[in-house]
């Protein structure tokens, strides 16, 4: 397999080789397994809420946070 200089691509092509790499793990039978630090990550913000330490924000405050 060709490797891909992404350096040297445009924004638009990166986009269509992100969308084309989508398009082909979508046709797999079978999901790629996530990573191990992923799930200690999902058990900490598990553990969070459990312990109503954790701070939810609307989709709109995230925006106004963002500037957007």
Known sequence: MDS????NMSPGQKILAMETLWESMCQEEEEPAAPDWHGQIL???RAWIAAQDARFITLEQLRERLGR
């Open 4 to 7: 891909i200089d992404a350096k």
């Open 43 to 45: 058990e900490n913000r």
